[in-house]
């Protein structure tokens, strides 16, 4: 319901909407017709959305991915799932140097859930992701058949026993 009257108090002008956030109009205007799934998180919602990607299969981070993302201003997201699927984010940090620092975690990240040897599905999946600063943004692009991404909804693995 608080929803929903946030909504019907910014259509009576009684709260201001999306619109009047000129950077959230700009992001929204740079993904307009790029895919058919699109969308843009901000605060929380962000890390929300990273932390399945990055502890996906029970995998463990040596940080809190709220704390990690502290930097990010918004995510930038699309999809497209023809055939297989492909993703490309833009994650938009506070400055330069933040997304340079949060570059090198992920692909320290990436390269240490591969030579961990995790399920074929998580190393054959980070094996596509591409991960770059640009700017005072990181670009991750990841492909890959629709079935690798089951890897997010599995239990972590028990602990192997001799």
């Not at 950077?23 to 901000?42: C, D, F, I, K, R």
């Not at 995998?59 to 704390?67: G, I, N, Q, R």
């Amino acid at each position: 319901m608080s929803d929903l009257r946030a909504v019907l108090d910014g259509r009576a002008g009684q709260r201001l909407t999306l619109e009047s956030n000129p950077s959230m109009v700009n992001w929204e205007a740079e993904l307009e017709g790029t895919a058919p799934q699109w969308g843009v998180l901000t605060g929380k919602g962000a890390a929300n959305m990273a932390a399945p990607w990055l502890t996906g299969g029970g995998a463990k981070l040596p940080v809190d991915p709220s704390v990690a993302l502290a930097p990010v201003m918004a995510v930038l997201y699309r999809m497209e799932w023809s055939s297989g699927f492909s993703t490309h984010l833009s994650i938009i940090c506070q400055n330069a140097e933040s997304a340079t620092a949060l570059e090198k975690l992920l692909a320290l990240w990436r390269d240490s859930q591969q030579a961990a040897g995790g399920s074929g599905d998580t190393v054959s999946l980070l094996a596509g992701l591409d991960v770059q600063a640009n700017g005072s943004r990181v670009e991750l692009s990841l492909t890959g058949p629709i079935e690798a991404l089951d890897i997010m909804s599995r239990p972590p693995a028990a602990p192997a026993t001799q």
